[in-house]
């Protein structure tokens, strides 16, 4: 079974402040991943892919892949109250052009004025 | 530019009734379709998934089935709802997944 796994928070974190999400994934033959943002009652959005061990960055968001460690995380710097939300980690089941991904349970971001 | 339209947003349903929920998307030809389902609380589930036109696959035994009459059209159906189809239905669509998927707006449905 494969399983992508994040801790469900709530995580909080003052305006202004650095939050940190993680992942772990357990197939090693994914090759994509991906962070969702979804508001309350709303769907995901895509925020950001990568695709290659490293750091890739988007404006205040950073997503970090380690392949080796089955880790992804994503940092949001410069946290917004706009940024409370759910974050899903998604990952690529590896099987063809399929396409299908496996989420995980999402973390919860709080950020406190 | 690709959008993907879900209807309706908000659905309430007596147990034993059908169910159709219809997805299509835009601006694209031949995309990979998802349907998810989100319980409350909980994690997306993946429930099918097309690579094309008659091509259905399932991923977990259920109530429910889906199918692709069109290229560009997604539809999920039941017979008979049962209380536990509650949640929160998503549609989707990618190019074979290469750079993830864009989400329909969702369907909300209570199952009574």
């Known amino acids: 079974q494969k399983e992508v796994e994040q801790n469900s928070g709530p995580l909080s974190v003052p305006e202004g402040a650095i939050a940190s999400l993680n992942c772990t994934y357990s197939d090693r033959g994914s090759q994509s991943f991906f962070w969702y943002r979804q508001y309350s009652g709303k769907s995901p959005e895509l925020i950001m892919s990568i695709y290659s061990n490293g750091d890739k960055e988007d404006g205040r968001f950073t997503a970090q892949l380690n392949k080796a460690s089955q880790y992804v995380s994503l940092l949001i710097r410069d946290s917004q109250p706009s940024d409370s939300a759910t974050y899903l980690c998604a990952v690529n089941a590896g099987s063809g052009n399929t396409g299908k991904l496996i989420f995980g349970q999402g973390t919860t971001l709080q950020v406190k004025p | 530019s690709q959008t993907i339209h879900q209807w309706p947003a908000t659905l309430v349903q007596p147990v034993g009734s059908p169910l159709s929920l219809e997805c299509t998307v835009e601006g694209t030809s031949n995309p990979n379709l998802y349907w998810y389902r989100q319980a409350a609380g909980r994690g997306l589930q993946l429930l099918f998934y097309?690579?094309?036109?008659?091509?259905i696959s399932s991923e977990v035994p259920q109530n429910l089935s889906a199918s692709r009459p069109q290229d560009r059209q997604f539809i999920l159906s039941s017979k008979k709802l049962l209380l536990s189809d509650s949640g929160f239905y998503l549609c989707a669509w990618s190019v074979q997944g290469i750079e993830g998927y864009t989400f329909g707006s969702g369907t909300r449905l209570t199952v009574v």
């Open positions: 097309s690579v094309g036109i008659g091509q």
